[in-house]
């Protein structure tokens, strides 16, 4: 079969162009990879040349802009780039030893007690893998999974978007929370309608908000909030000093002292409430990565026979599993 590639166009040269867009000047791309800015600069004009169209608009002192076929030029270079990648990393590994890097994401407050187990056992099998993790809320992991920027990432079952793919590790519920003190840590389980009017310290960080307030809204309440919190433990530490304020939160840490101490004590809500999915998901429309069908393989294993037995079965493949299930 005869491929009829311009001479021009070369992998190097599609990363320098890749690196301008990003960059938005040619300075910042060229210092990004340690070359002149008339180097850089005379390769994206070779690879232009090539083409036979401009793909950047340059203006002085504004940086660059992407032309319409720019864009889409961009779009397919990274997507060579990548495959390029991929390729070198299988053709450089021996059976069954992966290489290469793997970008993962997890939600702020399931990173502690998720990813240390995970990233022990998948070093272990897997040390030639380069793995690089970003904590983030459930909208900053969302975008950098659509981005590109991540290849996977743990978080809720929430409000997200049919663009992503996913596979159900664990679903626990969510309960109430006190300080000792508190009338109602005294009672075995709580209600929705004890809690209401207490004052409730709101861990304000997206999907958690939403469901938080989701729960009395089911059941036509509307929760005294007295504190935001974006802070996870300030939450926990605030409930364990006052004994008038209680919170709502799904992780639960082994430790039950806030982190100046003081004891937290746990209440289930009754009637049992909706439970919330923990999940690995990835985009709706991307080809896993060896390397990622390994970390997931891994993640489903570690929390089979948690909260959502069927979460973890291993037979379910991540890569056929839909987004909304």
Known sequence: ????????????????FVAVA????ITAAAHELYMSPSAVSGSVSELERALGTDLLIRRRGRGVSLTPTGTHVLAQAKLLLSQAAELNHLVHASAGDLAGPLAVGCFVTL????????????????PRVTINFVEGSQ???ERKLLAGELDLAVMYDMDLTAQLEHVVLYAPTAYALFGEG?????????????????PL??????????????????????PNVRYRTHGYE???SIVARNIAYYAILVQRPTNTLSYEGLPIVEREVAPPLPPCPVILAWPRNASLSPRARAFAEIAKYQHHGTDGREAGDSRSSPTRHAART
Request: aromatic share 6%; with cysteine; glycine share 4%.
């Open 182 to 198: 508190h009338p109602l840590a005294a009672q075995p389980a709580v209600t929705l309608e004890q809690l209401a009017p207490e």
């Open 201 to 222: 310290v709101l861990f304000d960080t997206a999907p958690s908000t939403s469901y938080a307030m989701s729960l009395f809204e089911r059941r036509g309440l509307t």
């Open 139 to 141: 909208d900053d992991l």
């Open 1 to 16: 079969m005869e491929l009829d590639v311009c001479s021009g166009l070369s992998f190097r040269r599609l990363a320098h």
């Open 234 to 236: 300030l939450t926990r």
């Open 22 to 25: 990003d960059a938005g000047t």
């Open 111 to 126: 990173a502690p007690t998720v990813l240390p187990a995970l990233l022990a056992e998948f070093e272990a099998r897997h």
